[in-house]
């Protein structure tokens, strides 16, 4: 039996990230591997638009949270949920308004090193508008 202590949770890097979100890394990224994170999103916390050059896996561990590929409406996601991305799909997700969301994020490298490509930010107007017409579509009880 092998034990591995988590490192730091670090916050997420300005840019990549808007609002209160935390990471730790449980797999670090290793050239042409994969690599795991549990990513703690507090209320309005959400990832900027990126990509994984091969694709992505989401476990959603707990609270209430949303994602959204470019071109569709965002989805509502639930404890349980699994997410897949495929590679090149560019895409964001992150906690609803008032509620806090945890997800453990699986992706693997390219054969540069990278996991994701990141662009914009999500703008407040327009994630705003995700979380409604998600929740519109998806109400909670």
Do not use: C, N
Not at 34 to 63: D, I, K
Not at 118 to 124: D, K, L, S, T
């Amino acid at each position: 039996m092998e034990i591995h202590r988590l490192r730091k949770t670090e916050g997420g890097a300005s840019g990549w990230f808007s609002g209160q979100v935390y990471l730790e890394v449980l797999v670090p990224a290793r050239p042409e591997g994969e690599s795991l994170f549990l990513v703690r999103f507090a209320p309005r916390g959400r990832t900027a638009w990126h990509t994984h050059p091969q694709g992505q896996v989401l476990y959603v561990a707990e609270g209430v949270g949303l994602a959204q590929s470019r071109g569709a409406r965002a989805q509502l996601l639930l404890p349980g949920d699994m997410v897949v991305f495929a590679p090149g799909e560019e895409h964001w997700h992150g906690a609803l308004p008032d509620r806090f969301m945890a997800h453990l994020a699986l992706q693997k490298a390219d054969g540069e090193g990278k996991t994701a490509y990141w662009g914009e930010e999500v703008a407040e107007e327009a994630y705003l508008e995700a979380a409604r017409e998600a929740l519109e579509a998806t109400p909670l009880l």
